[in-house]
T-cell receptor
Framework: DAKTTQPPSMDCAEGRAANLPCNHS???????VYWYRQIHSQGPQYIIH???NNETNEMASLIITEDRKSSTLILPHATLRDTAVYYC???????????????FGEGTQLTVNP | EPEVTQTPSHQVTQMGQEVILRCVPI?????FYWYRQILGQKVEFLVS????????KSEIFDDQFSVERPDGSNFTLKIRSTKLEDSAMYFC??????????FGQGTRLTVV
């Protein structure tokens, strides 16, 4: 799976959009970009994933550049409860017999301030 | 939303003792995982399980570890002889397809 690079920390004001960047310059054509977050040692929580098109769900939007070498997770109206470590993970879909582990890096510690 | 359930939330055990961590994955899921996170460190993959056998394991998952799906609902991680360095949060996870992995809230294992 391709390596990802994220800033170690970011701050955001409550109610504003949080834009979390991720670089994945060695991404392969069949690899997806996934975002998970972990709130204070709780289990990681899936946020969103995409291949090449921008994606939006009830939690966030994912913007992937045309060359797919980087992406941005957008939390449109950050709240205090969005304070967490955000992980960008690049992974190819695996066959049924393969485990398809998630490899977590250090992530970005997002702190939402009142 | 469906949940992965882990019990107990906190387990304290003496060094050298066997411990079993329990998980109930989401009912229609077919792929099961254990991850761990030592305090202040990254979440690390331990093992994946599919079709009643281990499909992948990390170098951490040595002979002291084993996994089992004893019935249609539970998925367990056994550590045969715990060491101090096994102290960590252990997360169970499951998925139905390759898109989304659901994690439990974890069991905090403290080895004393």
């Amino acid at each position: 799976d391709a390596k990802t690079t994220q800033p170690p920390s970011m701050d955001c004001a409550e109610g504003r959009a949080a834009n979390l960047p991720c670089n994945h310059s060695t991404i392969s054509g069949n690899e997806y970009v996934y975002w998970y977050r972990q709130i204070h040692s709780q289990g990681p929580q899936y946020i969103i994933h995409g291949l090449k098109n921008n994606e939006t769900n009830e939690m966030a939007s994912l913007i992937i550049t045309e060359d797919r070498k980087s992406s941005t997770l957008i939390l449109p109206h950050a709240t205090l409860r969005d304070t967490a470590v955000y992980y960008c993970i690049v992974r190819a879909p695996r066959g049924e017999t393969s485990g398809s582990r998630l490899t977590f890096g250090e992530g970005t510690q997002l702190t939402v301030n009142p | 939303e469906p949940e992965v359930t882990q019990t107990p939330s906190h387990q304290v055990t003496q060094m050298g003792q066997e411990v079993i961590l329990r998980c109930v994955p989401i009912s229609n899921h077919l792929y099961f995982y254990w991850y761990r996170q030592i305090l202040g460190q990254k979440v690390e993959f331990l093992v994946s399980f599919y079709n009643n056998e281990i499909s992948e394991k990390s170098e951490i998952f040595d002979d002291q570890f084993s996994v089992e799906r004893p019935d249609g609902s539970n998925f367990t991680l056994k550590i045969r002889s715990t060491k101090l360095e096994d102290s960590a949060m252990y997360f169970c996870a499951s998925r139905a397809d390759f898109s989304r992995v659901f994690f439990g809230q974890g069991t905090r294992l403290t080895v004393v």
